[in-house]
Structure formats: C-alpha cells, structure tokens
C-alpha cells in the first residue's frame, strides 16, 4: 500500500491491502485453528493460544472496523449486536449508575430492563436528544455510562454525541454510542468525544442479510476497554471466523452501498412526505424533523438508509399496507440490500414509545422508482 494517507474507501476496498504470505492471493484465508502449537521454549511466539480469546482472520475484520472508526484502542468483534451491546454494561460493576436513551432497539431495552437490574445495574431512561433532561439525570461520580443510540429506532431521534460527550466527561461517566443506523460511513463517534461505539454489524456492515455479529470499537486503551475485553474472553462471546471473514467481504463495499442507501432513503422520504396517504415522515434528512441541525452537523454525505412512515387511517391501515408490499420484504432487521418494511408496534410490544400507525422502512439498493412504486401501491391497497 502506498505511504500516503489513504481515503477509509480505499482501505475498505482492499480490506486493508493485506495480502496472504504464502500464495501472494489478494484475499486472505480463513483461519479456522482452535488451536496453536507452543513453541519448544514453552512460549506462544505467534501471539495465539486457542480460538476463544483470539482469531487471525477476526483480527483482519477488526483492524478494518477500527480504521472505519478511527479508533485508536482498536476494534473488537462479537457473535451478535446484543453480545457486544451487553459486554459494555457487564465491565460495570453492581450499583453503578447508567443513563440510556429512551428511544432505543427495543432488545436492549427489554435485557436492560429485566438482566441488567438482576446484575445490579441501576439504569435511567431518558430522552438523549434533551441535554437538559440529560444532564439533570446524570450523577457526577455515580452515573459510570451514558448510552446514547443516533439515530434512533424507530423514530430516528438524533443525539448530539459532541454534546452528550462533554456531559459525561464532566460527570466522570464513559459514554457508549449505539451507531449501527449511521455506519461509519457518516458518523464517527469516538472523533466527537464518545468512548465506545456499538454496532449491531448484522445489518449494514455486513449488508447480506447473511451474518449476525456485533462490534465494539474504543478510543482508549485503558480499564474499561481491558474489561470489556475479559468479558468478551471469559464469556466466549468472539464472532466465529467464517463470519468474520463474511463480514469484511462486506465491508469492502460499504461505501458504495451506503451512498446509495442513503441517496434513496432521503429521496423516498421527500416523496413520501407528500403522498396524501402518508401523515408523517420520520427521517433526519428532512429539514422538519426535530433533530435536523445536529443531525447536518455530526452526520456527514447522508442521513443513513433508515426512515419511518405515519400513515393516515392508523394502525389497521399500516399493517395492511405493509401486507400489500410486492418489492419489499416484510421483515425484522435492517440495512441489509434488499429494502425491508415492518410494522414496529407489533414487534416492540407494551411499553414501546412507537406509535401503532408507524411503519420502517430499511432502504436498499434497489432502484428508487421502483421502491417508491411499492410504497405507493402498497399505500393505496392500505386503504382499499
Ligand atoms: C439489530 C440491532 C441491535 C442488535 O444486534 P443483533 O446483531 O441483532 O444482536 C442493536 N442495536 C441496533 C440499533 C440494531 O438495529
């Protein structure tokens, strides 16, 4: 690779430029040992052990994360979203104190609702976009983690992470950002003052619908990183090598697909905000929506691939809307190539700040007329 600094994209492209020593091949291979043989002078020269701690082929994928998000303490790679979301609240210790978002992937709020109190986790809801409210929960010396999700599901809400960045450095608290629906592609956290970004990379940065695995990246090298790394360690909670492999085949055309999931989602949602049948549009690409001008200052080329969609009739009408859809796919997920819609009340249950009238949209790289037309129809049939 050339010394000169090189754009993420192209680094992305070749996942790093790294080439396998033995056959000069431009993909590496799989490293699939559990195994490695200790040296005569009982060391481990190669620096592996056994398959739980560590892996070569999920170093590879880290050292690409850790470049998208320019995190100088690296990169580490679990077996799903929620493995590496829950790794960051068990380096906690019982009854320190965590301020969350309100409006936040429905799975997480559920565990630390129910898990994370069992561990004696004493966890604060509140609206992250509200720096005020935010800043009246968070107690200096006990709060020890804000998580912040940006943009937010379903409603897309957006957290100022510089801003939030400031509060919790001031109170002695690390801040963790849940940034899988801006990818790195627009949004890198750590750079605005986070400590931790979280992603689920089942969804965009694998983006084949094919692969769940989950993703931590730091700024620092310092205690918390090292426990999070003993509970990755201890628990056995490492993506397995065959899907670490699929997911750098993926991130290699990160770029790409972002640009055209983001270009699509903001065109559908200008469309979509004067479909007669539609009553609100929720996208932070939208100069209307609530978070807007933070979203323009800390979001850069886009406003990601997700939006979501009031329709007018209420709940019965979305649902049937979402049961006419002949392109999209009715499913759960996101940021995958193939665009999904889903009915979000159904899903999230009792307690979900989601309106019941709320329909998801995750954009792919479909053409636009021809996701737009869907959208269309399927509004219409909502109604019929
Ligand atoms: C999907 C998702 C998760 C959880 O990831 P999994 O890989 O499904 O465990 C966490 N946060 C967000 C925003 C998600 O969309």
């Known amino acids: 690779m050339p010394q000169r600094p090189l754009h993420p994209r192209s680094l992305a492209a070749q996942a790093m430029g790294k080439i396998d020593p033995q056959t000069k091949g431009v993909v590496t291979p799989i490293h699939i040992a559990t195994t490695y043989i200790r040296d005569e002078d009982n060391a481990y020269s190669s ?201 750098m085949r993926g991130l290699r055309t990160l770029h790409l697909r972002q640009e055209r999931q983001s270009a699509s989602a903001m065109a559908l949602a200008q469309r979509l905000s004067a479909h007669p049948l539609v009553a609100r549009v929720l996208y932070p690409g939208l100069p209307q929506h609530p978070g807007h001008d933070i979203a323009a200052r800390q979001m850069e080329g886009g406003f990601g691939f997700m939006l979501s969609v009031q329709v007018t009739g209420g709940e019965a009408a979305a649902i049937k809307a979402a049961a006419h859809v002949e392109l999209y796919k009715r499913a759960t997920s996101l940021g995958g190539v193939e665009s999904l819609i889903e009915h979000r009340a159904s899903i999230e249950g009792a307690g979900s700040p989601c309106p019941t009238d709320l329909l998801r949209l995750s954009t792919g790289i479909e053409d636009v007329e021809d996701l737009y037309a869907d959208l269309d129809q399927a509004l219409k049939a909502g109604h019929s």
Request: net charge negative; aromatic share 8%.
């Open 47 to 247: 620096g592996f052990i056994y398959g739980r701690p560590d892996n070569e082929t999920i170093r590879e994928a880290e050292s690409v994360l850790a470049m998208l998000e320019e995190a100088k303490a690296g990169a580490l790679l679990f077996s799903s979203g929620m493995a590496a979301a829950t790794a960051v609240f068990q380096a906690l210790s019982p009854g320190d104190h965590v301020v969350a978002s309100k409006v936040m992937y429905w799975a997480l709020r559920a565990w630390l609702q129910t898990e994370a109190t069992r561990w004696g986790l004493v966890i604060d809801f509140v609206e992250t976009d509200d720096l005020a409210a935010l800043k009246a929960a968070v107690k200096p010396g006990v709060t020890k983690l804000i998580w912040a999700e940006t943009p937010s599901n379903p409603l897309w809400t957006i957290t100022d992470i510089a801003g939030v960045a400031e509060i919790a450095r001031k109170a002695g608290a690390k801040l963790a950002v849940d940034s899988t629906c801006a990818s790195p592609v627009h949004t890198r956290p750590l750079t605005l003052g986070a400590d931790i970004v979280m992603h689920a990379a089942t969804k965009v940065l694998n983006g084949h619908s094919d692969v769940v695995a989950g993703a931590l990246c730091a700024r620092q090298d310092d205690e918390f990183w090292n426990r999070i790394k003993t509970v990755r360690k201890g628990q056995g909670g490492i993506l397995g090598p065959f899907e670490a492999f699929l997911l």
